[in-house]
């Protein structure tokens, strides 16, 4: 299966033939109706204009969190309904976090693509049921492994019987309190065959801050979205939001809504220039 056909597989996902990279993108966290249909109208917007095949990413709650009282969602079932909702109103794919093996059947009857977050990508038994649900799966790298080791990761769902698989990096951590993306990793991950993607929010986060609140430096996304594509990225995955100051999970380090479409734009026309090579 190659890359392409990773992407075609993916349901209502559109303009695959566009020549373009993918996008994953949306909020952090599903924190309202109102909230999701919102940004995911804005979204839908650019990427219609730009002929970007585009997939909505919300989590539908969040379990990895530094501090005890951090928001962690608005219920399981209400929020997978809202992303179940934006997915029919908009005729588009959504993909959403999942933590354990009964998230994973949970998820996959309302989501398109089940991604395994980067702290529980070596978990076999997690990769194993999203496997099995026959959805494609987007295993994140953990920040704690080299991209070579990907291949195994990958492996584990493959030999459970799907090869819908997608691989993104979101960093490495660098320190305490850092990360980095070796941008050597994306024509490492590519071996394998799978469509490879480059997280150019999170991998400006940085997390176990003294105040328990992870830090980022929103400022650097569009360098890191050049240096994706220029590096051979198949797929952008991004967090946006209208208000990322207010925003209840990771707003330190996500793109203001505002400025999506001239970073798509940006990135098109970047793009467009390292096919030719």
């Known amino acids: 299966m190659t890359s392409m056909n990773v992407i075609q597989n993916i349901p209502r996902i559109r303009h695959t033939g566009s020549g373009n990279f993918f996008l994953i993108a949306g909020p952090c966290v599903v924190e309202s109706e109102e909230n999701v249909f919102f940004i995911a109208d804005k979204i839908v917007r650019i990427t219609e204009k730009l002929k970007i095949p585009f997939i909505y990413k919300a989590s539908y709650k969040k379990a990895n969190r530094t501090r005890l009282d951090s928001f962690t969602g608005i219920g399981d079932e209400k929020a997978l309904k809202i992303l179940e909702k934006v997915s029919r109103s908009f005729d588009i794919p959504v993909l959403t976090d999942i933590h354990s093996v009964q998230d994973a059947a949970l998820a996959s009857a309302f989501a398109d693509v089940l991604q395994i977050p980067a702290f529980l990508s070596r978990q076999t038994d997690l990769l194993i049921a999203a496997a099995k649900t026959g959805k494609t799966v987007n295993i994140k790298k953990g920040q704690f492994m080299a991209p070579s080791s990907m291949h195994y990761a990958a492996e584990k769902v493959v030999q459970s019987g799907n090869s819908n698989i997608l691989l993104t990096d979101r960093g490495t951590m660098f320190g305490y309190g850092d990360l980095i993306v070796d941008f050597r990793g994306i024509p490492e991950m590519k071996k394998t065959g799978f469509p490879v993607?480059?997280?150019?929010?999170?991998?400006?986060?940085?997390?176990?801050?003294?105040?328990?609140?992870?830090?980022?430096?929103?400022?650097?996304?569009?360098?890191?979205?050049?240096?994706?594509?220029?590096?051979?990225?198949?797929?952008?995955?991004?967090?946006?939001?209208?208000?990322?100051?207010?925003?209840?999970?990771?707003?330190?380090?996500?793109?203001?809504?505002?400025?999506?479409?001239?970073?798509?734009?940006?990135?098109?026309?970047?793009?467009?220039?390292?096919?030719?090579?």
Do not use: Y
Request: net charge negative; glycine share 10%; no cysteine.
């Open 197 to 277: 993607v480059v997280d150019i929010t999170h991998s400006l986060q940085q997390p176990n801050q003294p105040g328990g609140v992870s830090g980022g430096h929103p400022e650097m996304i569009e360098i890191m979205g050049r240096a994706a594509i220029a590096t051979g990225a198949d797929g952008i995955f991004l967090e946006t939001h209208p208000d990322p100051a207010h925003a209840k999970s990771d707003g330190a380090n996500m793109l203001h809504l505002n400025l999506l479409e001239t970073l798509l734009q940006k990135l098109v026309m970047l793009h467009e220039t390292v096919r030719k090579f």
